[in-house]
């Protein structure tokens, strides 16, 4: 009986593996979800709430080529969760309640860990994939 347990455990990691999709295609999933109204189905900005909104959405396919050719993932993922405070002011509004769910240690540049919601990993793993 003993011998059972590693071989059905190794089981469940090969099936779990086979069957989660990549993180790119989760965070497909979640932009579609929640951010083409405004920033538009091909992320260039053009959603159909952006005319009624004052501020216009940023085009998420020119953020690496805006910062020197570097995808800034901090920066991204500040914007989306909302933790810069600065939803109160800008036009959009703050994700980190939405994509609330399972937490993954996330190394920053600065090699600091900070514990990150998966779906706010898998999509900036989508945005960073989609850049220009
Ligand atoms: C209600 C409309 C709205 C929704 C929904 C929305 N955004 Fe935005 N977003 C904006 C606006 C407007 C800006 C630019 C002004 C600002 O920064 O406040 C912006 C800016 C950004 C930026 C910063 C870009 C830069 O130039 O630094 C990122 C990244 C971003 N949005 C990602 C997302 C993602 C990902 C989602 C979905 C989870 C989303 N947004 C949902 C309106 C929206």
């Not at 929640?34 to 920033?39: D, N, P, Q, R």
């Not at 260039?44 to 159909?48: M, T």
């Given at each position: 009986m003993h011998f059972l347990f590693p071989v059905s455990l190794l089981l469940i990691v090969t099936l779990t593996a086979c069957v989660s999709p990549e993180p790119q295609t989760r965070g497909a999933d979640i932009y579609s979800k929640?951010?083409?109204?405004?920033?538009g189905q091909t992320a260039?900005?053009?959603?159909?709430r952006s005319a009624d909104l004052g501020v216009q959405p940023a085009n998420l396919t020119l953020l690496s080529k805006r910062n020197g050719g570097t995808f800034p993932i901090e920066e991204v993922m500040a914007q989306i969760h909302g933790y810069s405070g600065r939803h109160q002011f800008g036009a959009m509004p703050e994700f980190g309640q939405d994509l609330a769910g399972p937490m993954v240690d996330w190394v920053a540049k600065s090699g600091e860990v900070i514990p990150t919601p998966k779906g706010l990993i898998d999509l900036a793993a989508y945005l960073e994939g989609i850049q220009k």
């Open positions: 929640h951010c083409t109204s405004c920033h260039l900005g053009d959603g159909p």
